[in-house]
């Protein structure tokens, strides 16, 4: 008897099963007015959609034609969703922000003067952010708000500083830096200079907002993701491809 696959993946509304490259995939499928099989793969699984002529024996081909593709993307998804469970954890005293790739304990106190303080200083031999806030300001909400007040505060000297570094080295001019706060976006770059960049970035390690800083710099002389693009993307960043698939790996904290 030959033991099962060591990798189990199973949509909510799976009524399809197959083995596919070691794992065992329990996907939903469709027929749909489409043209060709399609496949998306998000935190509940696989969806296949296929034309309504298409035989399942030709699902079941293409889906092995992918196989290694698939599971790959359905580990992925499965792990930033545990990483986005693992990360919605409440502010409050004690938890854990990410900054430049870091941990950083959270350690409130109630201020003194009226007056809320946010310094990062050291606690116990570990990195922390000291948060004082009046009593009444300590609600969950003034926690929040105080919290994405110093990221976004920490962030834009912080970018202005890596964006100064490179933009010589790629010969670009930056006229303008604006904050953003997309869910789905990184940053961009606009034809007279401007420059916007996700404020979240700041979570993530020194390395990785290089990659974003000097891939929208390079748009100031690429409009473009041509092979000229990244040509001068690696000019700076030799390793950019690396840092690419680390990016896209990467769950904010929802602060």
């Not at 949509?11 to 083995?19: G, M, Q, S, T, V």
């Not at 202005?160 to 770059?189: C, D, E, I, K």
Request: hydrophobic share 40%.
């Amino acid at each position: 008897m030959s033991s099962a696959p060591a990798t189990s993946y199973r949509h909510p509304r799976a009524n399809r099963e197959l083995a596919l490259a070691g794992a065992h995939v329990a996907y939903e499928f469709q027929h749909g007015q489409r043209r060709t099989i399609g496949f998306s793969i998000g935190p509940e699984g696989l969806a296949v959609r296929a034309p309504g002529w298409v035989a399942q024996h030709e699902v079941d081909a293409a889906l092995r034609h992918k196989a290694d593709w698939i599971v790959r993307k359905l580990g992925e998804a499965r792990e930033r969703h545990r990483h986005q469970q693992a990360s919605h954890s409440p502010l409050q005293d004690g938890a854990m922000l990410n900054y430049l790739g870091q941990p950083l304990r959270l350690c409130l106190a109630e201020a003194s003067d009226k007056t809320a303080h946010i310094q990062r200083t050291t606690m116990h031999g570990e990195p922390a952010l000291h948060i004082s806030l009046p009593l009444h300001q300590s609600s969950p909400a003034h926690l929040r708000e105080a919290v994405l007040r110093w990221l976004m505060h920490e962030a834009e000297p912080y970018f202005v500083a890596r964006l100064n570094h490179y933009a010589p080295l790629l010969g670009v001019r930056w006229q303008r830096l604006n904050l953003s706060n997309a869910r789905t976006r990184w940053g961009s770059a606009s034809a007279d200079g401007s420059i916007r960049l996700n404020w979240r970035l700041i979570q993530f390690r020194p390395e990785v907002i290089d990659y974003v800083v000097a891939h929208e710099l390079s748009h100031l002389r690429e409009m473009n993701h041509s092979p000229r693009f990244w040509a001068t993307v690696a000019s700076v960043l030799p390793d950019h491809a690396a840092l690419r698939v680390e990016l896209k790996r990467q769950v904010p904290q929802p602060w």
